[in-house]
């Protein structure tokens, strides 16, 4: 069956550090792979996209690869802040139903701490 | 990017009863899309609310239960037909360009059924 899996416990880590979240997926072959960043109450922000043939993208202190072999995604964020706590989000496009969506896995949620 | 205001944010409804949300983004967008997420899980894709013609529903996800309107490029509506506790959830609106594009979510509305 099709799924999308990222850990389901929380991360905690310190401020500072680099915090790594992890998605991987199983009988899909997206062309692209998206996170999302969700706060408490709010809906899901768009943060970054990379496509099948780009290993790596960085914006600013994120960071995520891509390798279509393992299929799956890592998330990093560097000098990490307690503002980065949040839940994050990795969504992929698959073909469900004979067309093209959006497919969200559950999130990992991030705490860190001062 | 496209703002997008939900109403209501949230309520508390009764059993038996319905309740829409209204979506309404302040620029023309092609493609408009409905949500549930119940907590801890993912996002799942209600239905694809196009513009002149039915929406495009999900599998286990009906008419009848949850009609759409799009009476043009800036909203569309979704209801929640007699409601029960199991429809307790937040559902949230969003949009994009489809074919796994990033999207734009809205707030959403948590739905309470008592």
């Known amino acids: 069956s099709q799924k999308i899996e990222q850990n389901s416990e929380a991360l905690n880590i310190q401020e500072g550090k680099t915090a790594t979240l992890t998605c991987n997926y199983t009988?899909?072959?997206?062309?692209?792979l998206q996170w999302y960043r969700q706060d408490p109450g709010r809906g899901p922000v768009f943060l970054l996209l990379i496509r099948e043939n780009e290993k790596e993208k960085r914006k600013e202190r994120l960071k995520v690869t891509f390798d279509t072999t393992l299929k799956q995604s890592l998330f990093h964020i560097t000098a990490s802040q307690p503002a980065d706590s949040a839940t994050y989000l990795c969504?992929?496009?698959?073909?469900?139903?004979?067309?093209?969506?959006?497919?969200f896995g559950a999130g990992t949620r991030l705490a860190v701490h001062p | 990017s496209a703002v997008i205001s939900q109403k209501p944010s949230r309520d508390i409804c009764q059993r038996g009863t319905s309740l829409t949300i209204q979506c309404q983004v302040d620029s023309q967008v092609t493609m408009m899309f409905w949500y549930r997420q119940q907590p801890g899980q993912s996002l799942t894709l209600i239905a694809t609310?196009?513009?002149?013609?039915?929406?495009?529903?999900e599998s286990g996800f009906v008419i009848d239960k949850f009609p759409i309107s799009r009476p043009n490029l800036t909203f569309s509506t979704l209801t929640v037909s007699n409601m029960s506790p199991e429809d307790s959830s937040i559902y949230l609106c969003?949009?994009?360009?489809?074919?796994?594009?990033?999207?734009?979510f809205g707030d959403g509305t948590r739905l309470s059924i008592l």
């Open positions: 609310a196009n513009q002149g013609s039915e929406a495009t529903y």
């Open positions: 009988n899909y072959s997206p062309a692209y």
């Open positions: 969003s949009v994009g360009d489809g074919g796994g594009q990033p999207q734009h």
């Open positions: 969504a992929l496009d698959g073909v469900s139903g004979g067309y093209n969506k959006l497919i």
